[in-house]
Every structure is written in structure tokens, then in C-alpha cells.
């Protein structure tokens, strides 16, 4: 692990813990609404894609690249999260439903937004340190 961190500044670091943001998000996404009918297959793969991508992207030492991708793969999968479960968001927002948001929604919300606010803060960082 060493070698990856080396001659590294510390917004490579923030994208790396993002990395893993992402990750945790896909699996907490997925545990959560993959039997239901708000799940979003398309964010899960758009995600995952993302995470991918970030990988090959450190691997062939293109270090400026990553935070762009974690950001665009992390705000596109969001979007389509929303997409999918706007219907349950309106249904208790009105009433229809009177059981309200479980702990599992707001966790999954949580979870996008750190992640997308940790892939931000990462774009306006420098990834590598000027020799």
C-alpha cells in the first residue's frame, strides 16, 4: 500500500478513502434495495463501473483522472437512485404511506452524499506533489 501512497499529496489520499466510500455505498446499496423494486440496477452498475475505472485509472498512474471519475460515477448512480425511488419519497412525503422513512433510507442517503461530497472536495485537490 505503501508504494501507491508514495510522492502522493493528501487529495490522492481523500480520493483513495473515497474509493472506498463508493465501494461501501455499492454493497450497503445493494444489501438493502437488490429484493426490491427501488432498486436501481442501473446506479449499481454505473457505480461499480466507477469503481473500476478508478482502479485502472491508479494502475496505469493517470492520478489526475480519479477524482473526475469517482465524481461522475458517483453523482450519474445517485441520480438514478433518485429516479427509482422517488415514487416511495412521494407516497411518504404525502401521506399515502403513513409508515415513514425507514433507518435503512436515510442510511443509504448518508451514505451518496458523503461519498459525493468527498468526490468533490477531491476534484479541487491536488493529486500528486509538485517536485
Given at each position: 500500500?505503501?508504494?501507491?501512497?508514495d510522492?502522493?499529496?493528501?487529495g490522492?489520499?481523500?480520493?483513495?478513502?473515497g474509493?472506498?466510500?463508493?465501494?461501501?455505498?455499492?454493497?450497503?446499496?445493494t444489501?438493502?434495495y437488490?429484493?426490491?423494486?427501488?432498486?436501481s440496477?442501473?446506479?449499481?452498475?454505473?457505480?461499480?463501473?466507477?469503481?473500476?475505472?478508478?482502479?485502472?485509472?491508479?494502475?496505469?498512474?493517470?492520478?489526475r483522472?480519479?477524482?473526475?471519475?469517482?465524481l461522475?460515477?458517483?453523482f450519474?448512480?445517485?441520480?438514478?437512485?433518485l429516479?427509482?425511488?422517488?415514487?416511495?419519497?412521494?407516497s411518504?412525503?404525502?401521506?399515502?404511506?403513513f409508515?415513514?422513512?425507514?433507518f435503512?433510507?436515510?442510511?443509504?442517503?448518508?451514505?451518496?452524499?458523503i461519498?459525493?461530497?468527498?468526490a468533490i472536495?477531491?476534484?479541487?485537490?491536488?493529486?500528486?506533489?509538485?517536485?
Amino acid at each position: 500500500m505503501k508504494f501507491i501512497t508514495d510522492n502522493k499529496a493528501a487529495g490522492f489520499r481523500l480520493t483513495l478513502i473515497g474509493i472506498v466510500l463508493a465501494l461501501l455505498t455499492l454493497v450497503e446499496y445493494t444489501c438493502v434495495y437488490a429484493s426490491t423494486r427501488y432498486m436501481s440496477w442501473e446506479a449499481f452498475w454505473i457505480l461499480a463501473a466507477g469503481i473500476a475505472l478508478c482502479v485502472i485509472l491508479i494502475a496505469a498512474r493517470q492520478y489526475r483522472f480519479v477524482p473526475t471519475a469517482l465524481l461522475a460515477s458517483v453523482f450519474i448512480a445517485f441520480l438514478y437512485y433518485l429516479y427509482h425511488i422517488y415514487f416511495f419519497i412521494s407516497s411518504v412525503a404525502v401521506g399515502i404511506q403513513f409508515s415513514g422513512f425507514p433507518f435503512s433510507f436515510y442510511l443509504n442517503i448518508a451514505c451518496f452524499v458523503i461519498t459525493l461530497i468527498v468526490a468533490i472536495v477531491c476534484v479541487f485537490l491536488p493529486q500528486t506533489e509538485n517536485k
